[in-house]
């Protein structure tokens, strides 16, 4: 396996200029330089390792994405894409980890010795001052912002069906629990809407989400005319098939929105009303500060995150 040492020799140059020129201190060095000796690591299929890099330089170039135990949605991973391309455009790889139930960061994580990390969930206090100890820049949704969020999307999904005409709303909430954190503010803010509104409220729906779980949710829908406001858009594609199997009419007799814009949503029949949000904004806020150091966000954030969530209107509501 070729090394630094092979690459120098060919180069006609030591080991240190070689270790420089390929760990980003090719500034250091006349072009033509920095020129010759890449040239002699791409012929010989070198490339300076990861832990070694950082070894040098105290840090790495790498940044850790650090995903909570939940389903992942279109959005976020649309999320994901975006952060990745913007950190690949500054010179950075994104490093996706999957967390356990309380986001633990592992040493084999740390080892890698990151430049940053970012999460879309809050992480603890004790976390942040283990990664600041260790100098590694943090970027995550604050706990109070991301419930706020939240409530804000069951409060228009709520005030959609209430313009729709439906006189009573019910929540369909999956009993999942790694979707409790986002679920429970979206319930609350499609319940507050409601009582805002002086609107019927029914108790929440609990949905497995299982195979052939039509009929068993089916029981669950109130007789008389409801909007419901699903917690993304497996759950809604839940309800408008326990509505079909029910045999009630959707959107006449029961009104359906759901979360995430999925493509799913745009095809089933009728197609689902759902929330949309558009990610460019939060990707970009995200890259910038990680790159940065340091957090970003407008002070109005929760105005510029809202500004970004928009209904996109189907036939599940359209009466």
Avoid: C
Wanted: glycine content about 8%; overall charge negative; proline content about 5%.
């Amino acid at each position: 396996m070729t090394n630094s040492a092979d690459v120098a020799a060919k180069a006609g140059v030591s080991r240190s200029t070689v270790s420089q020129i390929l760990n980003g201190h090719g500034h250091r060095f006349k072009p033509d330089m920095v020129d010759h000796v890449q040239k002699v690591a791409r012929d010989l299929g070198y490339r300076p390792s990861m832990a070694g890099r950082a070894l040098a330089r105290g840090t790495s170039d790498v940044v850790i994405t650090l995903l909570p135990n939940i389903s992942l949605g279109p959005r976020l991973r649309e999320l994901i894409d975006r952060v990745t391309e913007e950190l690949a455009e500054a010179g950075k790889t994104n490093l996706i980890r999957l967390s356990s139930g309380d986001a633990q960061i592992d040493e084999a994580v740390l080892a890698l010795r990151p430049a940053g990390l970012w999460s879309p969930a809050p992480l603890t206090p004790d976390q942040h001052a283990r990664l600041g100890k260790l100098g590694v820049v943090v970027v995550d949704q604050p706990r109070e912002l991301q419930s706020r969020i939240d409530h804000e999307v069951g409060a228009i999904q709520a005030q959609h069906l209430i313009e729709r005409g439906y006189p009573a709303i019910a929540v369909a909430l999956p009993e999942d629990l790694r979707e409790q954190p986002f679920a429970l503010a979206r319930e609350q803010g499609a319940l507050d809407a409601a009582r805002a509104a002086d609107v019927q409220t029914f108790p929440t729906l609990r949905l497995t989400l299982e195979r052939n779980s039509s009929g068993s949710t089916a029981r669950l829908l109130p007789e008389s005319e409801v909007g419901v406001a699903a917690y993304n858009d497996d759950a809604a594609m839940a309800i408008l098939a326990a509505a079909r199997h029910a045999g009630r009419d959707v959107p006449r007799d029961i009104g359906i929105i759901g979360v995430d814009n999925t493509s799913a949503s745009g095809v089933t029949e009728p197609s689902l009303t759902t929330i949309d949000f558009d990610v460019r904004f939060s990707a970009h806020e995200i890259v910038r500060g990680l790159l940065h150091g340091a957090q970003t966000m407008p002070a109005d954030a929760f105005g510029a995150v809202r500004s970004l969530v928009s209904i996109v209107e189907g036939g599940s509501t359209a009466r």
